[in-house]
């Protein structure tokens, strides 16, 4: 079925917002703070997850009102279309499948009256046989040493999921040395390089058009690299490639046993469920990557079938667009309460910004409405310690999600208490902030009155910033999994809103262009 395409500001549900916006816009967190029940009303609990956006600008009308915005330009139907496999990737004519590659149902999906079920169980099953043989010491290189460090070369999706999810999941890793070269810059191979030892090196080469400018390069880098100690017989002992063009492959000179598939109806931003992920199972093993799965999938099921008001992703994504569309805030930040979360905002720059960066509606008329935003964090508490000062005190609205985690991976509780004491108190200090009398009291005996008054106005804080609470129980592969999903359906969700296409990216297209026609000139 074709997705709904209507202009969100002409519907009723948005008049109504805006009237609604005029009413409430100076509406205060603290005093929505004392409202009775207000955490449990503005709460929402998934199994091991607890999302909490009760410190925010809205009251239960504004959350009424959002998700009859919702309900009027069709999201319901869009999400139906979404996972059944119908092709809402109208600009490129393709099906957006990503949630098939995590589904553990024997419900067929059909894409182009095919189901592409098979076909996924099959690549899960040989990115599980190989990734056993290499983590297990069994896949031997050129001179029958085992395997001992992976490079995944790619880049954007096909490199900042993996590399994200690695990182993330660090605790769960195994004996292997995982490396990512992406960068077209050469010092970044060349330092890689550095590190490697070509008989024990596994190169998994991850580009779904394999044309991509920086990933060939650094392929052929590394090839050339490689074949100074070795002959091209032994490239099928080392070299894997992740892709959708088998020819362009096959060229370069890899076996056919050892191509993994893409599809066309998976996005690069949204790969790292495919095969794109071998670098995941082969750092932290099958199990865990079919956890991470599976964690995406209950997401994936709760974004389906919850009723909007109780669906996280759909909660998430209504506020975010309140907030950009109503206060027109410019940024959002997403702010991690875990260093193993430190690529995460990379990650979601990517998959945010190069999914609803886009000026032009689902007619190909220009918008005249603010769509995609922008995103940017970093983990806490460092940031608390760098940029979080414009937060509290700045002239921007900068709406955040704080994710945190109960239970500590180490469990030095000590660090964890401290850590968790700061994630809330970033969020009281930001929704409550400071009064002038509460300044005034403290400084009542540091001073006398006409320093205190000279100081004072420098030293409150106004509050009213707002902050949604995204809790896990703890940090494992299937939490991960939920997270990630939960991201991408806010994505899709504000796509739908905003009535523009989220699954393709022309505008990464004209300076790679330009780029090479520039290089022909040289
Ligand atoms: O430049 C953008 C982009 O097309 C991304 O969408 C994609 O993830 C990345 O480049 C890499 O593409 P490929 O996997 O085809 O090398």
Redesign the pocket.
């Known amino acids: 079925m074709a997705l709904k395409n209507s202009n969100p500001t002409t519907t009723q549900s948005w008049k109504e917002l805006t009237n609604h916006f005029k009413d409430i816009q100076n509406i205060n967190i603290k005093d929505l703070s004392k409202e009775e029940h207000r955490k449990e009303d503005f709460s929402i609990e998934f199994g091991d997850l607890l999302v909490d956006f009760s410190k925010n600008r809205i009251t239960k009308k504004t959350i009424h009102l959002l998700v009859e915005l919702a309900k009027e330009v069709g999201l319901k139907e869009a999400i139906e279309s979404q996972f059944t496999g119908d092709k809402i990737n109208v600009t490129e004519d393709r099906a957006v499948m990503h949630t098939a590659l995590r589904s553990t149902s024997d419900v067929p999906v059909l894409v182009e009256g095919k189901n592409i079920k098979p076909q996924i169980q099959t690549a899960l099953r040989k990115i599980k046989s190989f990734s056993n043989k290499v983590i297990s010491g069994k896949w031997k290189g050129y001179t029958g040493k085992s395997i001992t460090d992976i490079v995944n070369i790619?880049?954007?999706?096909?490199?900042l999921g993996p590399d994200m999810i690695v990182e993330s999941l660090q605790f769960y890793k195994n004996q292997l040395t995982t490396h990512f070269v992406s960068n077209i810059d050469g010092d970044h191979v060349s330092e890689i390089i550095k590190k490697l030892n070509p008989e024990t090196t596994l190169f998994v080469i991850?580009?779904?058009?394999?044309?991509?400018q920086e990933?060939i390069t650094n392929a052929e880098t590394l090839k050339n690299w490689f074949l100074k100690s070795a002959t091209i017989f032994d490239i099928p002992k080392h070299f894997v490639a992740v892709s959708s063009n088998l020819q362009a492959v096959d060229n370069f000179g890899i076996d056919k046993s050892n191509v993994f598939p893409?599809w066309d109806w998976v996005?690069?931003?949204f790969?790292l469920w495919s095969a794109v992920g071998l670098s995941i199972s082969l750092s932290v093993g099958f199990n865990n990557y079919k956890a991470l799965l599976e964690g995406a999938e209950e997401m994936d099921i709760h974004y389906r079938n919850e009723d909007f008001d109780k669906n996280i992703p759909v909660i998430l994504a209504l506020i975010s667009i309140w907030y950009n569309n109503f206060y027109l805030a410019e940024t959002e930040a997403v702010l991690p309460y875990s260093q193993y979360l430190k690529k995460l905002p990379d990650y979601l720059q990517?998959a945010i910004m190069?999914s609803n960066g886009k000026g032009v509606d689902r007619n190909g008329d220009k918008v005249d409405y603010q769509t995609g935003t922008i995103v940017w964090g970093s983990t806490g508490t460092n940031m608390q310690h760098a940029f979080m000062q414009l937060v509290h005190q700045g002239t921007k609205l900068i709406p955040a999600d704080f994710i945190g985690y109960k239970q500590s991976l180490y469990g030095l509780t000590d660090h964890h208490k401290k850590l968790m004491a700061n994630y809330y108190g970033q969020m009281e200090a930001l929704a409550f902030g400071k009064s002038k009398e509460e300044v005034h009291l403290e400084l009542k005996f540091s001073g006398d009155e006409a320093k205190i008054n000279q100081l004072l106005p420098f030293k409150v804080f106004e509050g009213n910033r707002p902050s949604n609470a995204i809790l896990f129980d703890k940090l494992t592969p299937r939490s991960l999994g939920k997270l990630v999903a939960l991201y991408e359906h806010k994505i899709y969700t504000q796509g739908i809103l905003w009535n523009i296409y989220s699954f393709d990216?022309f505008g990464?297209e004209l300076g790679?262009e330009l780029a090479k026609n520039l290089l022909n000139k040289q």
């Open positions: 790619g880049i954007g999706g096909s490199d991850v580009s779904k058009t394999f044309t991509t990933t893409m996005g690069g931003r790969s990517q190069e990216q990464v790679k």
